[in-house]
């Protein structure tokens, strides 16, 4: 590739960036548009339709940009939780680094790189035509002792990043523990789960429980709720959600839709038949659904699991730490997540059902992780020139022209592995859900870390090794010849991987800000939605975001000494994103959970990750480049970098596991004197219900429904 | 190697039994030889030293065979405690396992291998000069369907081992919880012990320890004791209990003594003047100890770690479960060894030098695992035949016999490697006690997984590989082609490794039972010791005898589909073992502390990992022998085995690593209804008290010494 190219590719996308801002900043202030743009001012009610046209809501202006950027990290810590600011943290993490880097790359190991002629000198007259590897360690004679200045470089970002690291984990525990102490108390904080209950004849679940935790706790334990099998009445349930809409949509302003609906398919002229058959339907489904719940309360229906509540925080802890049963898997306990964070539909009780389930769940991410290539390639191979010219005739003038298949013929492929790789997120969470998981974050986090090994393995080890599965697999068997294959094979994706960070990161970045698959659903559904319907604020999908920001890290951290060129590029789309996400935890997100600060710990790993990538490619390059000493010497770092990880592992992440029982009496002191824990705990036992059994709020006796067609 | 030569060494490995059992049945009833062969009967004055003679002392007589095989498990629990049952329930399992394997592989693998030719067919006519590779599976054509039967065999084999770790595992996990229900209150159940104190300036440990505790576990915490600095003390200490001894030495028989020396060394006539040099000495010592003392107890030779008590079991295992302190690294809980199991020397406090020790230790074991062999080839290379005959030039003319040369070309080297092999159980022993280990259980056990790694790299693979250290390395670090050079090389060395089974092994057990080595030293010490010295009853070296059994389990189920000859052999291995440790856990040790099992898993691990080595090397021969199918169908077993293994951690580890609630709460009932608590807890705060700093027990005013010299 050469420079001329690189400068195209970064001149079109720099163009989509001002274009996709503009038109951002013109059309978040289209009321129309408030529910994509502002969902959660909309929910709160700082932002309120106005119909009122004004003329400045067709003049693009950059307010947002500034409201984003002054947002201090209490406010950010108030709107997005402390989740919110680890994500933004992590963003910031990278722009140190990689200023750090930067500064280091450009400064040194460019000009070494560019004046240290192995391929061809660096031509400052015809500076567009010289080729990217100019600008690589590639240019660089075997033996040089130029390469000295690659090593030392690897060390000295190795230092900063180790420290940078540790600073931040340890302000992040911080933060984490005075977000404890500052919390009211909480219902998660004094419950815990227990599955794998053993029922006895003639005793139920209830019973068992009862006599179990009062027997074993029977000062601090408090009461209990178990959990019932309601995959029927949710069913139901949902069926019922989807009646109410459609007839409270059908209610809700009769003229405009019968108008609407007949004008565009002339089928649906007697609303008030249908009216009265859904109601008839939903009265149905409000029989049965009684009649479940009924039932459902019965012991017949109760799973072997149940939320056990304790007096004290501290209490609730001992509970969920220690083996409760002399059978290790009976009675198995854990820390109870938070109320709303319950995720209901997938209770496994029994120990082997939810063993089974894990391995499955691990063995279906370890085969669409390797095999996820395979269907990519595929379709790729499918859709090329000659077979969309047979099944587009009309493109065959088009296609002719070279201009245009350059383009389709360079971005069909990478289109297609993106619109792959969107699907990987749900899917790992689809796969994280079925684990066996009692909570949205815990799936979340697990879903986050199967995506970030599925995004590196498919993105950067298949494009690097470029070839087949059992390619890759062989490569990675035989560990002896590692290093040397990846310092012959990553160097030569450098000006891939540039192309990529300014091609792929900053559009992903900006189809985040402009929101497009919400956009295209909005004005789509549009017809069929009444305005008053409640909005739903999204919470940020953090297994999808976390690990895009943290492969984009990962090509940092490894290219940095081999192409510095690459770091610019990169500080442009960390720019980008810090701005967007915090206009987007401002405007858009609102979280639905808290693991306080959790993800951490996930980026940590990942940043060790990298480190000992990089440093495992120096060693092989700088012995590729026979300078064996340098070789020689890279080898403390990885070990270095090992017991680094080792440290923090030891000093930090217990932090992030479980709070210290100084912390917890302490709260638990606390507590005592404050004299609403009497009534805390009265809501405490209601906390833990399932939806499913909570009173419907679709009911067809409902006020909206009941008022006659025509007032 | 031929049948012949295989004979041979059986023939004379069984006569050199015969040998020792008769002369061991001699020997034992020598009242001379009790400290060596019955000195727990003698310290619980069972056998008293008759010195009469009677005729029958000459006499062999195997009573004691018939004593050690009618031992019932009870008699062997209250002899040797858990551990000792635990020992002989290995040595029975591996019975177990090789006479089922033994079943299969003499009536199904062993005609097939003799019949199915490839390289000779099995002469009946000629029997001792058949090869014994006939026997073996290199013996059938490639491709040929005979190798099925192989095949089955080892699914066969594989599920039965499982069935019966699955059996032990639980007979043992429930032996275990049924130790606990049965046990007295032990101090150790009570007491934790908590390193890292943080100490702030102007506040003694003391005072900490006692604030922290009294905060967080006011209704449990019962007291404390501060660990102090006594390293100079016990140096001091141990000085002065030699000077005693030899002073009592010199008093307890002067006419003997005096002669004795005189006649020796014509030096020490003057008894009156040493015995008087050495009470001066030892009242000095006295004197610096009493100093030291009372130095120690104040509080600045306070170490930064305490034995802190609880009023239940309970109280005690919460507070050793849960990070105490908001820095994980400060105030680290761990369960207290019995108070008799206290490894003094080595409290270390910080945790960053705990943690640096740990890392070393890693290093040293990997290290001396790895370039063990380096020393040994040298030392092998070094002594050869003319190297003998230079250094002892007397023995040219018996170097010239060809018979005598073939015994020392055959034998020196490995003599020489056994001797070195002699050397690993005490060094890794010394390397797990400056790991940070505070008990001598626990250095035992890691001693024991150290030992048994290092076993197996330096026996079964450097032999099945035959090579450096580096060859070995480069074979392990290429992870594709185990399976294949494994197949290739592990049953060639089948004759080595039978022979193997039948020298180093018989002998290793025999010597077991002979105690050669504490036979010499007490023959050599006779003269210098009195009859009174106290008798030092040894403890079972677990780390030293556990890891040789199961390297004999390895071999067995390695070898057992390749070469099934080598089960006869193992089976007599391990008869011999069962009668021989069952005899001495009678006579001779008696167990110093009691890790209540947990020496299983160390068990179970070692089989898991033999049977998947199996299956690799299993693997390996059908593809090596072109029966694609059977190489492919093998792939599941050793994931059905690693599933397995999987369910066993989770159902059965946790037992052995702590005791449940239910457990813990219940016997804690127990004790509330005993009177006897109030006492208990009164000696609990002594129980954790320093040896160097009770009062010493040999002084110079105690009453032996004072006596007039001659009364």
């Given at each position: 590739?050469?420079?001329?190219?690189?400068?195209?590719?970064?001149?079109?996308?720099?163009?989509?960036?001002?274009?996709?801002?503009?038109?951002?900043?013109?059309?978040?202030?289209?009321?129309?548009?408030?529910?994509?743009?502002?969902?959660?001012?909309?929910?709160?009610?700082?932002?309120?339709?106005?119909?009122?046209?004004?003329?400045?809501?067709?003049?693009?202006?950059?307010?947002?940009?500034?409201?984003?950027?002054?947002?201090?990290?209490?406010?950010?810590?108030?709107?997005?939780?402390?989740?919110?600011?680890?994500?933004?943290?992590?963003?910031?993490?990278?722009?140190?680094?990689?200023?750090?880097?930067?500064?280091?790359?450009?400064?040194?190991?460019?000009?070494?790189?560019?004046?240290?002629?192995?391929?061809?000198?660096?031509?400052?007259?015809?500076?567009?035509?010289?080729?990217?590897?100019?600008?690589?360690?590639?240019?660089?004679?075997?033996?040089?002792?130029?390469?000295?200045?690659?090593?030392?470089?690897?060390?000295?970002?190795?230092?900063?990043?180790?420290?940078?690291?540790?600073?931040?984990?340890?302000?992040?525990?911080?933060k984490r523990i005075s977000y404890f102490y500052s919390s009211k108390p909480q219902p998660h904080q004094f419950t815990i789960l227990v599955r794998s209950i053993p029922t006895s004849s003639g005793c139920s679940v209830n019973d068992s429980v009862e006599s179990f935790f009062k027997?074993?706790?029977?000062?601090?334990?408090?009461?209990?709720?178990?959990?019932?099998?309601?995959?029927?009445?949710?069913?139901?349930?949902?069926?019922?959600?989807?009646?109410?809409?459609?007839?409270?949509?059908?209610?809700?302003?009769?003229?405009?839709?019968?108008?609407?609906?007949?004008?565009?398919?002339?089928?649906?002229?007697?609303?008030?038949?249908?009216?009265?058959?859904?109601?008839?339907?939903?009265?149905?489904?409000?029989?049965?659904?009684?009649?479940?719940?009924?039932?459902?309360s019965m012991a017949g229906e109760e799973a072997r699991a149940a939320f056990v509540f304790f007096k004290s925080r501290h209490g609730a802890a001992t509970a969920s730490h220690m083996q409760q049963s002399v059978n290790p898997t009976q009675w198995v306990t854990e820390p109870a997540?938070?109320?709303?964070?319950?995720?209901?539909?997938?209770?496994?009780?029994?120990?082997?059902?939810?063993?089974?389930?894990?391995?499955?769940?691990?063995?279906?991410?370890?085969?669409?992780?390797?095999?996820?290539?395979?269907?990519?390639?595929?379709?790729?191979?499918?859709v090329n020139l000659n077979q969309l010219e047979y099944l587009f005739p009309f493109l065959t003038s088009i296609l002719t022209i070279k201009f245009v298949t350059q383009i389709i013929t360079g971005y069909l492929p990478s289109l297609i592995l993106q619109l792959f790789l969107k699907?990987?997120?749900?899917?790992?969470?689809?796969?994280?859900?079925?684990?066996?998981?009692?909570?949205?974050?815990?799936?979340?986090?697990?879903?986050?870390?199967?995506?970030?090994?599925?995004?590196?393995?498919?993105?950067?080890?298949?494009?690097?090794?470029?070839?087949?599965?059992?390619?890759?697999?062989?490569?990675?068997?035989?560990?002896?010849?590692?290093?040397?294959?990846?310092?012959?094979?990553?160097?030569?994706?450098?000006?891939?991987?540039?192309?990529?960070?300014?091609?792929?990161?900053?559009?992903?970045?900006?189809?985040?800000?402009?929101?497009?698959?919400?956009?295209?659903?909005?004005?789509?559904?549009?017809?069929?939605?009444?305005?008053?319907?409640?909005?739903?604020?999204?919470?940020?999908?953090?297994?999808?975001?976390?690990?895009?920001?943290?492969?984009?890290?990962?090509?940092?951290?490894?290219?940095?000494?081999?192409?510095?060129?690459?770091?610019?590029?990169?500080?442009?789309?960390?720019?980008?994103?810090?701005?967007?996400?915090?206009?987007?935890?401002?405007?858009?997100?609102?979280?639905?959970?808290?693991?306080?600060?959790?993800?951490?710990?996930?980026?940590?790993?990942?940043?060790?990750?990298?480190?000992?990538?990089?440093?495992?490619?120096?060693?092989?390059?700088?012995?590729?480049?026979?300078?064996?000493?340098?070789?020689?010497?890279?080898?403390?770092?990885?070990?270095?970098?090992?017991?680094?990880?080792?440290?923090?592992?030891?000093?930090?992440?217990?932090?992030?596991?479980?709070?210290?029982?100084?912390?917890?009496?302490?709260?638990?002191?606390?507590?005592?004197?404050?004299?609403?824990?009497?009534?805390?705990?009265?809501?405490?036992?209601?906390?833990?219900?399932?939806?499913?059994?909570?009173?419907?709020?679709?009911?067809?006796?409902?006020?909206?429904?009941?008022?006659?067609?025509?007032?």
């Open positions: 590739m050469i420079v001329s190219a690189l400068l195209t590719s970064v001149g079109i996308n720099t163009a989509l960036c001002v274009l996709f801002f503009t038109c951002y900043s013109i059309l978040r202030k289209q009321p129309s548009n408030y529910k994509v743009y502002v969902p959660r001012l909309l929910a709160e009610g700082i932002s309120k339709r106005k119909n009122r046209f004004k003329l400045e809501r067709l003049i693009p202006s950059p307010d947002w940009v500034a409201k984003a950027w002054k947002l201090s990290e209490e406010e950010l810590f108030s709107l997005a939780g402390l989740d919110g600011v680890v994500f933004i943290r992590t963003i910031t993490f990278c722009l140190k680094i990689f200023t750090f880097a930067g500064i280091v790359g450009i400064l040194m190991l460019l000009p070494v790189n560019c004046w240290a002629n192995q391929m061809q000198e660096f031509d400052v007259a015809d500076f567009a035509n010289n080729s990217l590897d100019v600008f690589t360690i590639s240019n660089i004679n075997s033996g040089s002792n130029w390469l000295w200045v690659h090593f030392f470089a690897v060390y000295i970002v190795t230092g900063f990043i180790c420290l940078l690291l540790h600073h931040e984990y340890k302000y992040i525990a911080s027997e074993l706790y029977p000062s601090t334990y408090l009461s209990h709720v178990v959990v019932r099998h309601t995959s029927k009445i949710q069913s139901l349930l949902s069926e019922s959600k989807n009646l109410y809409q459609r007839i409270a949509q059908l209610r809700s302003d009769p003229s405009q839709q019968r108008h609407k609906l007949g004008d565009c398919f002339g089928l649906f002229g007697q609303n008030d038949q249908l009216v009265d058959r859904y109601r008839k339907q939903l009265k149905d489904i409000e029989e049965n659904v009684r009649l479940e719940k009924s039932e459902a997540p938070e109320p709303r964070d319950v995720y209901w539909p997938f209770f496994f009780e029994s120990f082997m059902r939810r063993w089974i389930s894990k391995l499955l769940a691990v063995v279906a991410t370890t085969v669409f992780t390797i095999s996820f290539l395979i269907p990519v390639v595929i379709v790729q191979s499918l699907v990987v997120p749900p899917v790992m969470r689809l796969i994280s859900s079925i684990q066996g998981y009692i909570s949205n974050s815990n799936i979340e986090i697990s879903a986050c870390n199967k995506v970030l090994s599925c995004t590196i393995w498919n993105v950067f080890l298949a494009t690097v090794f470029s070839g087949s599965v059992l390619n890759q697999l062989s490569v990675i068997l035989d560990l002896k010849s590692i290093p040397w294959k990846l310092a012959v094979s990553v160097p030569a994706q450098a000006s891939f991987f540039i192309t990529y960070v300014v091609t792929q990161g900053w559009t992903s970045v900006l189809s985040e800000l402009f929101r497009i698959i919400p956009l295209i659903c909005s004005l789509i559904s549009k017809p069929f939605t009444s305005p008053e319907q409640e909005i739903d604020v999204p919470s940020i999908p953090y297994h999808r975001d976390v690990p895009r920001v943290l492969f984009f890290g990962l090509l940092g951290i490894t290219y940095f000494f081999l192409a510095p060129l690459i770091l610019p590029f990169l500080l442009a789309y960390f720019c980008l994103a810090y701005i967007i996400y915090r206009n987007q935890f401002i405007n858009v997100y609102a979280p639905k959970y808290e693991t306080a600060g959790k993800f951490w710990p996930i980026v940590h790993n990942s940043m060790i990750f990298s480190l000992l990538l990089m440093q495992i490619i120096a060693s092989g390059s700088f012995a590729l480049k026979k300078l064996k000493p340098a070789s020689a010497w890279m080898l403390p770092l990885p070990v270095l970098t090992l017991l680094f990880n080792e440290y923090c592992r030891k000093r930090f992440l217990p932090v992030f596991i479980a709070y210290s029982v100084e912390s917890l009496i302490n709260k638990d002191r606390e507590d005592q004197k404050d004299t609403g824990m009497a009534e805390f705990y009265g809501k405490l036992v209601i906390a833990y219900k399932d939806p499913a059994l909570l009173p419907s709020q679709y009911s067809s006796n409902s006020e909206s429904l009941i008022t006659p067609l025509v007032s």
